[in-house]
């Protein structure tokens, strides 16, 4: 059943090429072409970058350097989503970048939505098979890591002063200068690491006290199926402690 889906999937994806490159005025061998340049792009950029967000523009930009029509851009952009997820089991999830609180409406509603958009790959793989084949355990303390500070801003209400932040960090044993730390090295960086991937955004807002710099959720983190993770990894800490305090 498993393999009928999967030649059915791609028999249908062959199919919209083929319609495709009729209205483009295009060749299939230059359609072909375009969208493995794209599936490139996506797999060697996520590695590079430690998954950070691709952006839309610069995919599309791939496209335009040599072709000029109107919608080939989203047309090959979806085609090489659709073959990362039947050929490699990967989701190209598209987030919307989103502003901080506290910048004004009016600058939101002038932001070009295409130019705010990007892309994150997700494995579609069952757990066990992912843990077996892909799950790298060298970084797993990185993913700990992003678990625990997106859930101390989450806990906050979604936002937190700096110097809140670490206090909490410190509690932890995890200290601002420290730039050798076992597991994280930096740990400066390993903070700001998670501004570039969007986990978190900073906001810089203006009080009676002067500035002051806040870490709040953006968009990756707000992101449907991550974000009731980390409300269910929450609620298991907080299921724990309840129990520790009635057992004692």
């Given at each position: ?14 199919g ?36 950070c ?51 004004n ?11 705010s ?6 494995s ?7 843990k ?109 402690d ?7």
């Open positions: 059943m498993v393999k009928l889906s999967s030649i059915t999937l791609i028999s249908c994806i062959a919209r090429m083929a319609n495709a490159t009729e209205d483009f005025g295009i060749s299939k061998e230059e359609m072909d072409k375009l969208v493995g340049e794209v599936m490139r792009y996506i797999l060697f950029k996520t590695h590079q970058t430690s998954g967000p691709i952006k839309r523009e610069e995919l599309t930009q791939l496209v335009t350097k040599s072709y000029h029509q109107r919608n080939l851009p989203a047309s090959v952009i979806n085609e090489a989503k659709e073959k990362l997820s039947s050929i490699f089991g990967y989701e190209v999830r598209e987030l919307q970048r989103c502003q901080p609180s506290s910048k409406q009016m600058r939101l509603s002038q932001q070009n939505v295409s130019d958009k990007s892309y994150i790959l997700i579609q793989l069952p757990p066990d098979a992912y077996k084949f892909v799950f790298d355990v060298n970084t797993a303390h990185l993913t700990g890591f992003t678990f625990v500070i997106v859930g101390i801003v989450y806990l906050a209400g979604g936002k937190i002063p700096e110097e809140s932040l670490w206090n909490h960090m410190k509690r932890m044993g995890l200290f601002e200068n420290e730039q050798s730390h076992p597991d994280l090295g930096n740990v400066k960086q390993a903070l700001e690491s998670l501004v570039l991937q969007r986990y978190l955004q900073k906001d810089k807002v203006n009080s009676p006290e002067g500035n002051i710099l806040y870490y709040e959720l953006a968009e990756r983190a707000l992101d449907g199926p991550l974000s009731e993770r980390i409300k269910e990894y929450i609620t298991q800490i907080v299921k724990n309840n129990v520790s305090v009635g057992a004692q």
